[in-house]
Nanobody
Framework: QVQLVESGGGLVQAGGSLRLSCAAS????????MNWYRQAPGKQRELVAA???????NYADSVKGRFTISRTNQKNAVNLQMNSLKPEDTAVYYC?????????WGRGTQVTVSS
């Protein structure tokens, strides 16, 4: 069974920081790339950051230099450290994994950045 559970969202002022975490089923976490997406009201869901099983990372241009994705192997968790947050970062953030061509999603965590 695929389980992804996000945590760590909240309300923060512009310039502040938040750390999101996604707890994944063990078998999923160890062998697959993990992704963070976000969806703002009225907009399409977009890829924010990705990390492979080997630790290679990739970021959307809009978050490069501000966000850092990482894995905590002991906890089967993938994290997203978000610094220098901007109001345009406001969105629901989702953890994602692709298994055998199928997308699996967590329920999401709300991030709201006030100006």
């Amino acid at each position: 069974q695929v389980q992804l559970v996000e945590s760590g969202g909240g309300l923060v002022q512009a310039g502040g920081s938040l750390r999101l975490s996604c707890a994944a089923s063990g078998s999923i976490f160890l062998n697959n790339a993990m992704n963070w997406y976000r969806q703002a009201p009225g907009k399409q869901r977009e890829l924010v950051a990705a990390i492979t099983s080997g630790g290679s990372t990739n970021y959307a241009d809009s978050v490069k230099g501000r966000f850092t994705i990482s894995r905590t192997n002991q906890k089967n968790a993938v994290n997203l450290q978000m610094n220098s947050l901007k109001p345009e970062d406001t969105a629901v953030y989702y953890c994602n994994v692709v298994l055998f061509g199928n997308n699996y999603w967590g329920r999401g965590t709300q991030v709201t950045v006030s100006s």
